[in-house]
């Protein structure tokens, strides 16, 4: 029974490892999205500081090791046997519950779903105990710390309206003050700018760093400890580090002429990771140490029976071992630098607060929607009413100005000030929280913040606001979803655990393993399909026409003749194999084709701005080549769909005749499609009028082929449906053979415009 009761711990531990690279995967926008969004340093400069601060953090931390061990329920009344259920239960859950998250790219609160699945995995516990002990559910109150999860719940409502108002005057008024040409304000104010938002950080690190740290403990000459003194002379701490951080701040602009911004935005980034470390990773290493802790004190109590040994132990304080905490550490380090996932989930938050206008990952919605409109109505309201000198000095000073280019070719999404504030902000509002003793949550805070420095900045903009909007109600929709499945998916192990006995233990296990390994396949064909277009689209952000850009332009030509003589040859062939599940997988790349197409002519406005200023031509010719390519997409998915459809209503197929003009055709096609490829690949567009020739020809066939179809209807030899289809696919491959030529054509006009001004 001891090697048992071993192996689950060794299990929980192992657990823990997992859980910590899923959980820095998802909270890793807490501290990253300010620096990473505004471009404040490189990247390796970065997670270096975010490094350092998680790891130092780590050494803070024993803050959630009573709300693991005590904080949801009362553990004396649970035996060594139910209290491992319940954090099995618990580990289980949340490493299947985050990684989800994490796939889709979308930021959750890891104590949120810690919390509930405490709250979940004890009540299924406490239900099983009340039933076997013939005693009523109104028992259960003895069992579950029912007031704090309430207060969890108030301080999810709380902290999103009140980060979201905070974020939006503070950034409202910053931007007031310095606007978006704040070079020369930054100058007279930076310093002092500087020494508030330092200042505002270190007595977050203070405040929130030293509450439950294992410094906090350590009693001073006067006979305080260091985290009452601290508390009592926080007033205190705080206007001496502004005073000391102007002067400082003041002084390195003078003599090493430094960038205050960059320098705020990097010890906010740090101050973050070092909370983030301290205070919420340290989650998932909390359940294991208390299971570790109390199998000693099991082990330590004799051979008693682990369904009758009491757990009154974890009620008391119990230290966590500094080489687990630095062990942690290191793991959060590593996998912040190396995970694909922690960078989606920044994504999500860097491109819902982004100043410019692009792609919009999420839909628009009914509630979206109407908040706009609400929105523009206000704002035409406010403008009436206020005088005309006051609207042009405010819509001079959210004026946004084009951001410059970084070293690495990219454009920052917004600017070092909206960084700023993010983080001041944020460190503000968690140092307020956590000294109140509420139970905010970083995730919640510092997005919501963003969400409303963005608002107050107008990068919800007419043209994007219902996305954005969206996006925000599907991330905080998700964050309550979190503590719904977290309380239910928890529960539901406990208590299968509690009746079904061990085996449902390594049955659980089992799951958890697949769920990740299934959302890790998901996520690698997420990124994949990103990558593949990626390779498709034109990157950089310079003005001037490279052979980078006409490489990629060439790409886009012959990716789109391959992809549609496939998709038109495969479809008929499976058509007339009636073979279904084929002819389902050519749907399937006719979908991608689809989606491909559109996003490159989504993306026709950036791609424009990227081609050089005085070249309109090139940029004309452009637009009709990725107009061409979503024609032909259109045409083979309006080739593919009917044959599909034909198929899956089991109508009768082709008759001999019909295939065999068919199958010829396709020959010929094919032969069409390989000589447009050669063009477009070896650039011989001399042999365009050759290729016009031959679609002049293939289009005489289909005319050809349409009047022996006239004639099998005169006959009476095919029924209507046979009829619509075969004119339909006609149709549609004329379509297809003229938007090929034509792309072609556009490829040659852009090349032929382009070396002119590459010459010039």
């Known amino acids: ?40 340093a490189p990247k390796w400069l970065i997670f270096a500081v975010a490094g350092a601060g998680v790891l130092i953090g780590a050494t803070f931390s024993s803050g959630m090791m009573e709300v693991a061990r005590k904080g949801i329920f009362h553990p004396d009344m649970f035996f060594f046997s139910e209290v491992m259920t319940i954090f099995l239960a618990v580990m289980i859950t949340d490493v299947i519950l985050l990684d989800a998250f994490n796939t889709f790219g979308l930021p959750t609160s890891t104590t949120v779903s810690l919390v509930f699945e405490l709250l979940g995995a004890s009540v299924a516990v406490s239900l099983v105990k009340i039933n076997r002990a013939g005693e009523t559910i109104a028992e259960i109150s003895k069992y579950i710390n029912s007031g704090k999860a309430l207060a969890i719940i108030f301080g999810i409502l709380v902290s999103v309206v009140i980060a979201f108002t905070v974020g939006t005057l503070i950034q409202y008024v910053t931007r007031m ?62 206007a001496c580090s502004f005073v000391g951080w102007t002067i400082i701040m003041q002084l390195l602009k003078w003599i090493f002429n430094i960038d205050i911004l960059k320098l705020i935005v990097l010890v906010g980034t740090f101050a973050l990771a070092m909370a983030f470390a301290g205070n919420d990773l340290v989650n998932f290493i909390g ?6 802790k109390s199998f000693q004190a099991w082990i330590g109590g004799g051979a008693v029976s682990p369904g009758s040994f009491s757990m009154e132990m974890l009620k008391g304080k119990v230290e966590t071992p500094t080489y687990m905490l630095i062990i942690a550490g290191l793991v959060m380090i590593i996998t912040l630098i190396t995970n694909k996932k922690a960078k989606a989930v920044v994504a999500t938050t860097v491109d819902l607060s982004r100043q410019s206008e692009g792609e919009e990952r999420f839909t628009s919605n009914m509630a979206s929607r109407t908040i706009v409109r609400m929105a523009v109505q206000s704002s035409k309201f406010v403008k009436r009413i206020l005088p005309g000198p006051v609207n042009k000095f405010i819509d001079s000073r959210f004026t946004s100005v084009p951001l410059a280019v970084t070293k690495d070719g990219e454009k920052p999404a917004f600017d070092k000030v909206r960084a700023a504030c993010n983080l001041v902000v944020s460190s503000i509002l968690i140092a307020l929280g956590t000294s109140l003793k509420l139970p905010l949550s970083t995730t919640y805070v510092t997005f919501m913040v963003a969400m409303g420095t963005s608002l107050a900045d107008r990068a919800w903009g007419r043209e994007s606001a219902v996305y954005r909007i969206s996006g925000v109600f599907t991330v905080i929709g998700g964050w309550f979803l979190t503590a719904l499945v977290a309380f239910t998916v928890s529960a539901a192990i406990g208590w299968i655990i509690s009746v079904g006995g061990s085996v449902m233990i390594f049955i659980f296990i089992g799951i958890a393993v697949f769920m990740v390994m299934r959302t890790q396949v998901l996520f690698r064909r997420k990124s994949k399909e990103k990558k593949e277009d990626e390779e498709d689209e034109i990157q950089g952000t310079t003005y001037v026409v490279t052979q980078e850009v006409l490489d990629k332009c060439k790409s886009q030509t012959v990716n789109a003749i391959i992809s549609s003589n496939q998709i038109f040859t495969l479809a008929f062939e499976s058509f007339f194999q009636e073979d279904r599940s084929h002819l389902k997988e050519v749907a399937l790349t006719d979908k991608e084709f689809n989606r491909k197409s559109k996003k490159l002519k989504a993306k026709i406005l950036t791609t424009i701005g990227k081609l050089q200023q005085d ?23 309006f080739i593919v769909e009917p044959l599909l459809e034909h198929l899956e209503n089991n109508h009768r197929p082709f008759l001999k005749e019909q295939r065999d003009e068919m199958t010829k055709f396709l020959t010929d096609a094919d032969s069409f499609f390989n000589f447009a490829l050669h063009i477009s690949k070896e650039e011989k567009f001399d042999d365009i009028e050759d290729l016009i020739s031959r679609r002049d020809n293939l289009i005489e066939d289909l005319i050809r082929i349409e009047k022996n179809q006239i004639k099998r209807i005169k006959a009476k030899l095919v029924n209507t449906r046979n009829s619509i289809l075969y004119f339909k696919v006609i149709s549609e491959t004329k379509n297809l053979l003229l938007q090929t030529v034509n792309m072609v054509k556009s490829q040659r006009d852009f090349f032929n415009c382009s070396h002119q001004n590459i010459k010039k």
């Not at 760093?209 to 508390?231: D, F, K, N, R």
């Not at 359940?287 to 570790?292: D, K, N, T």
């Open 1 to 40: 029974m001891e090697n048992f009761y071993l192996v689950l711990v060794i299990i929980l531990f192992a657990l823990a490892i997992s859980d910590l690279i899923v959980g820095v995967s998802n909270d890793a926008v807490n501290f990253l999205n300010s620096a990473i969004g505004s471009k404040a």
């Open 177 to 238: 003050i310095f606007s978006f040409r704040y070079e020369k304000t930054i100058k007279y104010f930076g310093s002092v700018f500087g020494g508030l938002a330092i200042a505002a950080i270190t007595y977050f690190i203070l405040i929130k760093g030293m509450q439950g740290s294992s410094y906090a403990g350590i009693e001073l000459s006067s006979g305080e400890t260091v985290e009452s003194w601290v508390a009592n002379n926080s007033f205190f701490l705080f």
């Open 287 to 292: 359940v294991p140490i208390a299971g570790f």
């Open 615 to 637: 070249s309109v031509d090139s940029g004309h010719y452009y637009v009709q080549l990725v107009d061409y390519r979503r024609e032909m997409a259109h045409s083979v998915n």
